[in-house]
């Protein structure tokens, strides 16, 4: 049974260029959320999707957009990158209608920028 | 405003002895705890987790306790392993209102042999 995989493991980028994660989710799980985590800090929600659609956000700017399709993958976009967008992004999947929705993590891709 | 915070930073053990993690919580409409642990390098793991019509529950090892008097959660490791040095994550979540996860910023359990 395949957990949560995502791609790339790590990424350089410089200032102002833009960037595209990748995130599979564990068989069976329907809904997606993407998490940054700063480096010593727990991480912290950006935005979760279910059905193709964005179902909550978090206190992230619009250059965070992301994407769900049919087949429940999911991608983070960020544009216009920043020194502070550096972070280790996390990808959880769970399943909507289950008593507790639990999230399981990917390894997550480390995103440098310079 | 929310925050999940945790009381110590960093938790020294010795190999074999029990281990006790603690993380106080502060939005009391919160109804479901989970504990994650993440090693160097890899993302959290689920451990355990615990909703709020409970103030106990049992794994392998492991035991989850709430106060929801005092909004406290924590996490008991019996017989403590050198596996089981990592940094330690509460989270907490309000069902049935989005799957939004709030996370402390962690405690680092070190496993001395």
């Known amino acids: 049974d395949a957990g949560v995989t995502q791609s790339p493991t790590h990424l350089i980028k410089t200032r102002g260029q833009q960037v595209t994660l990748r995130c599979s989710p564990k068989?069976?799980?329907?809904?997606v959320s993407w998490y940054q985590q700063a480096l010593g800090q727990g991480p912290q929600f950006i935005f979760q999707?279910?059905?193709?659609?964005?179902?909550q956000r978090g206190n992230f700017p619009d250059r965070f957009s992301g994407h769900q399709f049919p087949n429940y993958s999911s991608e983070l976009n960020v544009n216009a990158l920043l020194l502070g967008d550096s972070a280790l992004y996390l990808c959880?999947?769970?399943?909507?209608?289950?008593?507790?929705?639990?999230?399981?993590f990917g390894p997550g891709t480390r995103l440098t920028v310079l | 405003g929310e925050s999940v915070g945790l009381h110590l930073p960093t938790l020294s053990v010795q190999e074999g002895d029990n281990s006790i993690i603690n993380c106080a919580y502060s939005n009391s409409a919160s109804d479901y705890f989970i504990w994650y642990k993440q090693e160097s390098g890899k993302g959290p793991q689920f451990i355990i987790d615990i909703r709020s019509n409970m103030d106990k529950r049992q794994g392998q090892r492991v035991t989850v306790l709430l106060n929801k008097t005092v909004k406290h959660l924590s996490l008991q490791i019996a017989a403590t392993q050198p596996g089981d040095s990592a940094v330690y994550f509460c989270?907490?979540?309000?069902?049935?209102?989005?799957?939004?996860?709030?996370f402390g910023q962690g405690t680092e359990l070190s496993v001395k042999p």
């Open positions: 989270a907490e979540n309000i069902l049935n209102q989005g799957g939004k996860l709030i």
């Open positions: 959880a999947s769970s399943l909507i209608g289950k008593s507790t929705d639990t999230q399981y």
């Open positions: 999707y279910y059905e193709e659609e964005e179902r």
């Open positions: 068989s069976g799980h329907d809904t």
